[in-house]
């Protein structure tokens, strides 16, 4: 079962915030994000247990609610190179994971 | 730890001819994934390997897709029969289990199909 990411697409002024949305109808073992630029491969961002934990590293940030199967990425104070489109992956336990269709970021100066 | 790496990066093909892709992990993950990604969507799940053994493989997969991983290191995905709707970005990627590893990318092998 797909994810649902929303939004599909977000424009960001450098230094303005976002919130990139990520829902299941199935109960998740994990969620994982990931980032891809053009021609790129995707890159790992972070992984999230169920349990409800909230990680971060510098200002990208994510939180997992189990009881909603929904997990939101937050980028905060967003830079040039914050551009790209963001994955959930999500895992049912199976070891398999199923990504989203995408959320195209675009940080403009 | 040179990432993986995914031969040819581009690879153009008359409808009906047969393809192989290699993939070469990272060395020590015992993990490797093929996805394929079309323009504009997600990576798609294909097939898993762990250690050489095939664990699972997409139900919407065709039997002209088959995959190897000899000894458990490199691994090939051959299609047979190619078709136009094949044409597609195979990804591979690889992790260590257990399965809330990361996946590390390699940077795919673009398919044409004329």
């Known amino acids: 079962q797909q994810p649902v990411q929303s939004p599909q697409a977000v424009i960001l002024r450098e230094g303005e915030d976002a919130v990139i949305n990520c829902s299941s109808s199935?109960?998740?073992?994990?969620v994982h994000w990931y980032r891809q630029k053009h021609g790129e491969a995707p890159v790992f961002l972070m992984i999230?247990?169920?349990?409800?934990e909230q990680k971060g590293h510098d200002k990208i940030s994510a939180s997992f609610n189990e009881k909603k199967q929904q997990s939101s990425l937050y980028l905060t104070a967003s830079q040039l190179s914050y551009s790209g489109t963001y994955f959930c992956?999500?895992?049912?336990?199976?070891?398999?994971?199923?990504f989203g269709k995408g959320t195209m970021l675009l940080v403009s100066p | 730890d040179t990432g993986v790496s995914q031969d040819p990066r581009h690879k153009i093909t008359k409808r009906g001819q047969n393809v192989t892709f290699r993939c070469d992990p990272i060395?020590?993950?015992?993990?490797l994934y093929w996805y394929r990604q079309t323009l504009g969507q997600g990576p798609e799940f294909l097939t898993y390997?762990?250690?050489?053994?095939?664990?699972?493989k997409s139900r919407l997969l065709s039997d002209r897709f088959s995959a190897e991983r000899p000894k458990g290191s490199f691994s090939t995905l051959e299609i047979q029969r190619t078709e136009q709707g094949d044409s597609a970005m195979y990804l591979c990627?690889?992790?260590?289990?257990?399965?809330?590893?990361?996946?590390?990318f390699g940077n795919g092998t673009r398919l044409t199909v004329t």
């Open positions: 199935k109960a998740l073992y994990s």
């Open positions: 992956g999500t895992e049912l336990g199976y070891s398999t994971l199923t």
């Open positions: 999230l247990l169920k349990g409800g």
């Open positions: 390997f762990q250690n050489e053994a095939q664990l699972e």
């Open positions: 990627a690889s992790s260590l289990a257990p399965g809330d590893s990361p996946l590390h």
């Open positions: 060395s020590e993950h015992n993990r």
